[in-house]
């Protein structure tokens, strides 16, 4: 089927979630309410002639510097294909400006666990009904959330886990060796001298 | 924050009962091929839970990336397969091609699937010899490097470089082929079978490898789907998933391959599945120098030029300034065409994807990395849970992570 009418057949079965579909160089996307994200995956992925089987990507967006968005500020990006039918389509699920929230879809594709993860991690998008959501490429003790577009390209200080690092890696430096204390040719003192 | 600190130096206490214990494998397990660390909770040898962590080697190439041009952010790309580096190149300037209208020449198309083809192989080896060295067969490593050696000198000879090649261009590649490289190409192809060969009897029917791969780790069609696998490890599990025929770029149309599966899901099957993709590798390299049309080698188009002379009008400006012919970076102009493309490529180790968010400058405004390695991470804890600890280490070979790639 092409993908248009899948969009199409996607906004009779969902009529109040779509807020947009449209295509760019040949891919078809749908921009859609966050509400009801589960139910709508679910019926893309199961429904006879769609068969959406394959989750490609999960991935964040931040619109702060757009001009031309038509979305809310955080968007959540899934871009699915269908395997045995070889058509695919993107979703993009508007999360809002503050406190970006949506549900997990990590029921229905076990792999969106750490795609979830690292959009959380890098964009701070929370997750419902996640079962382990924790960072994954930064620190537990992170802060802030890199991939937004407030966050400057150099970051913002110094890791706090850093100073802690450093002070093991002093308190270890006694076990290294030291040359002063192993000078060749100058033997410790033998018994016979001190006599 | 209210979540508790790592302790990396802290080793972890046994769980009281005398049975179950923690134990930390990695940063710097020999078998984990880069920096992952794996938590593990075992009941003698039986992994209970297994928990991957990764972010060793996160550099921020997708923030870096929005903060150069599309021609710069290219040698960004390099760094994240290291192993098959032009994969990457390749997947990166399919996808930039799609999302500016690029058009690219057919000279150019086939020297890239050529050159894929053989980061492929060279992939394909470093897996092979480093997989059989987990297991415990050592001689196939130095067997492997052998031939990835004689790849390697092809590439250097070709651009300069033997493991970040940035050669590939946007619209096409850097500069053409000599007859010189064509020639010792196809006197690599015309031994290679014989060396695929050559590895297949040291460990196809070999007892002990049949016994560490065969029923070991083993993932059905429908969980390989669900956990998102792709590449060798999907097709092993019997699911024909291969982008080169499903979505063809470059030339993969135009030349004749097949997709080798397998039925099993399990170390074996992806195992036998990589071996014949370094056949049809060989034979896709073959088509390619047998078809390689005379013409020019980067399009008119490409917005990464080395000939300042060629470039477009409303690029030639800023590259006569720039003289090296890296555009400019304008900010808040109109260059390119605003919207958004995914585009993924078969990279050795699976589905490399690459999802752009372009606004009309000449910075891509969001680039996201859909790497196969992170994702096969992820479904390592499904995948070995309730094995044995030993076969965790055939399990992540089989799996042909990346840790470069993983944490980008």
Known sequence: MESMAIADRLRAEFPEEILQSYTNQGQVAVIVRPGRIVALLRWLRDTDGVRMDHLRSLCGVDNLRRKDSESSRFEVVYNLYSIPLRHAIRVRASVGDKDPVIDSVAGLWAGADWLERETYDLFGIRFNNHPDLRRVLLPDDWVGYPLRKDYPLKGKGEWIGMTELLAKVKELDRFDFDPERHERGRTAPSQEDEQ | ?408
């Not at chain 2, 962590?53 to 599309?70: D, F, M, P, S, W």
Request: proline content about 5%.
């Open chain 2, 1 to 408: 924050m209210s979540r508790p600190v790592t302790k990396h130096l802290e080793i972890p206490a046994a769980d009281g009962d005398g049975e179950r214990y923690s134990l930390r494998m990695g940063p710097q397990h020999p078998a984990t091929h880069g920096v992952l660390r794996v938590d593990l909770e075992l009941d003698g040898e039986t992994i209970v839970t297994c928990t991957p962590q990764v972010g060793y080697l996160h550099r921020g190439i997708e923030k870096l990336a929005e903060n150069k041009t599309y021609a710069q952010s290219l040698i960004l790309t390099d760094r994240l397969d290291y192993i098959a580096a032009m994969a990457n190149n390749v997947g990166y300037c399919v996808a930039v091609e799609r999302l500016l209208s690029i058009s690219v020449p057919l000279r150019a198309k086939y020297i890239r699937t050529m050159v894929a083809e053989m980061s492929r192989i060279c992939s394909h080896l470093l897996w092979l010899a480093t997989h059989a060295l987990d297991i415990g067969a050592m001689t196939v490593f130095l067997y492997c490097f052998r031939e990835r050696e004689i790849l390697l000198d092809l590439f250097e000879e070709l651009c300069g470089a033997r493991l970040t090649f940035s050669y590939p261009r946007i619209g096409g590649v850097r500069q053409d082929v000599t007859a010189g490289f064509i020639a010792e190409l196809q006197r690599f192809l015309d031994i290679f079978p014989a060396r695929i060969e050559e590895y297949e009897t040291l460990i196809d029917t070999n007892r002990i490898w049949l016994k560490r791969t065969v029923g070991i780790g083993r993932v059905t069609g429908g969980e390989a789907l669900s956990l998102g696998l792709t590449g060798a490890c999907l097709r092993g599990s019997g699911i024909d998933y291969d982008i080169r025929k499903h979505q063809p770029y470059d030339a993969y149309d135009l030349v004749d391959f097949e997709v080798p599966l397998g039925n099993d899901g399990d170390i074996y099957a992806r195992y036998r599945c990589r071996m014949e993709e370094l056949h049809q590798s060989a034979r896709i390299i073959q088509q390619c120098i047998d078809r390689l049309p005379p013409g020019p080698i980067v399009g008119p188009d490409t917005p990464d030029l080395v000939m300042p002379n060629k470039a477009p009008a409303r690029f030639q400006a800023e590259t006569a300034a720039y003289g090296t012919g890296l555009v400019k970076l304008i900010r808040d102009q109109n260059l390119y065409l605003a919207g958004d493309v995914y585009v993924a490529t078969e990279a050795p180790k699976g589905e490399l994807g690459f999802y752009f968010v372009s606004d009309g400058n000449n910075r891509p405004y969001r680039m996201h990395i859909r790497s196969p390695s992170f994702i096969h991470i992820g479904a390592l804890a499904a995948i070995a849970k309730g094995e044995m600890i030993a076969d965790l280490i055939a399990n992540i070979g089989s799996l042909d992570v990346v840790l470069g790639e993983s944490d980008r």
